[in-house]
């Protein structure tokens, strides 16, 4: 652990989670750490919108489909099928949905509020900075291609470096710290 200025600080890629126009209270966080064969993704929003049950036009509103997207963008675009600059699901070994590198398990709101945690082998931490991670309207059925029907994009965070010295985190990259 690197010290600078008293303090110690460490390395952390994440990203800043924010609601996009068809959900503008959704903030959060997505923390990638480094596990044994893989990585912990940790991912924590509050503002999500109340679950719906299907209607004969639409899936539910809920649980709502994760996925770490190609382009580190979150570029809104079109205000009524937002940041679709972030590209597909992130498959760097071309597999179908439901196993591409960057599928992710639903999160479940709670009054608005998903905490998760989940491994996977997938990548390492640093394999995803660079990237984005998305949270969708719909549920991911896992099986529909390519996508899993999640429909609309809520919410986008661009997975960065960041650092952390003693609670404070920010934005500037690990070479000026650890
Ligand atoms: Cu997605």
Redesign the pocket.
């Known amino acids: 652990m690197a010290r600078r200025r008293g303090r110690s600080c460490r390395r952390l890629v994440a990203a800043r989670i924010i609601g996009g126009p068809l959900a503008p209270n959704i903030r959060g966080w997505a923390y990638f750490t480094p596990a044994a064969g893989g990585s912990w993704v940790s991912v924590r929003v509050s503002g999500l919108p109340e679950y719906m049950p299907a209607t004969n036009s639409r899936p539910p509103i809920g649980p709502h489909?994760l996925?770490i997207?190609l382009y580190g963008t979150c570029a809104v675009g079109n205000p009524a099928d937002p940041f679709l600059a972030a590209g597909e699901?992130w498959n760097p070994d071309n597999q179908l949905h439901g196993n591409h590198a960057g599928d992710l398990p639903v999160l479940f709101s709670n009054d608005g509020v998903a905490k998760m945690r989940v491994f996977t082998n997938r990548f390492r931490p640093n394999q995803v900075v660079g990237k984005s991670i998305?949270i969708?309207m719909y549920p991911d059925d896992y099986r529909t291609q390519p996508t899993g029907a999640?429909g609309p994009r809520l919410a986008c965070g661009v997975i960065k470096n960041y650092r952390i010295c003693g609670n404070r985190i920010s934005p500037k990259p690990p070479t000026s710290c650890c």
């Open positions: 489909g996925h997207h699901h998305i969708h999640s």
